[in-house]
């Protein structure tokens, strides 16, 4: 589609601009244009011609057409993203008053959830009999981030004086330095119990750390990251592991067995009921049913 001058001009003292001034990379500029010009071509089509006549209805038009025509989210969000700087551009140049895009936004991105391990996986990743200290190390991080639901900072972030084993709980430090604690039981527990007693083996002196890689320092996050990967394939798991699975896997198992969505809440150490909702992907037929069997004004009465 050919567009008119009153248009183009504005948009081509942008690119120069994104070229000469803001030096973005080809790639960058290539993008800006492919999506203000689809714009322009929009907007044409829907009778503006030219954008001092662009108000926040033609740029909600603009973005309802994207949806219709099947545009990701992602996608709308970066065309959006281009014509509000463009409008930004014209509105510090002193073509336009106000930036009409200002106020429009693209629908949220949709939330992927994570996936997690039925029991009898959990049981085939978890059958380490291997005796050596690593090993050993290994089994009994497993056994904590899913008996326990943690973080993988939170887990790597343990020193040893956070356990004890006589009462079963543990302190950890979450999201935003806020300490909770969290009780370990069975399989959990005993392993960190068999691990405390080969640490040493491995620990360099006065290492406050519960967990240490081979050269007997605090263990890193991709060092996790990258063993329970080895054992999700050396225990022959058909899905790869990492260690948000485990926590996420503790969340669903948990929610299943007690249907307590604020226990579950506090044990993840999560802020919102939201985030936990989203993250066991309850089911809204299991809240209605609460809600009818508990709430006092939602039975009938006679």
Known sequence: MSLPASLTRSLDRFYEYLRSERELSLHTQQNYKRQ??????????????????LDAGWVRQVASKGMR?????????????????????????GELKANPAKGV???RKSRPLPKNLDVDEMDQLLSVDENDPLSVRDRAMMELMYGAGLRLSELVGLNVKDISLSKG????????????????????REWVGIWLKMRGQLAAPGEPALFVSKLGQRISNRNVQKRMAEWGQKQAVSSHINPHKLRHSFATHMLESSGDLRAVQELLGHANLSTTQIYTHLDFQHLAKVYDQAHPRAKKTK
């Open 36 to 53: 203000l010009t689809t714009v322009a071509e929009q907007l044409l089509e829907l009778g503006v011609s030219d954008w001092h006549a």
């Open 69 to 93: 025509d099947g545009l990701k989210a992602s996608s709308l969000a970066m065309r959006l993203s281009a014509l509000r700087s463009f409008l930004d551009y014209l509105v510090h140049q």
């Open 105 to 107: 936004s693209a629908p």
């Open 169 to 188: 709980d543990l302190r950890v430090i979450g999201k935003g330095d806020k300490e909770r604690i969290v009780p370990f039981a069975g399989l959990a």
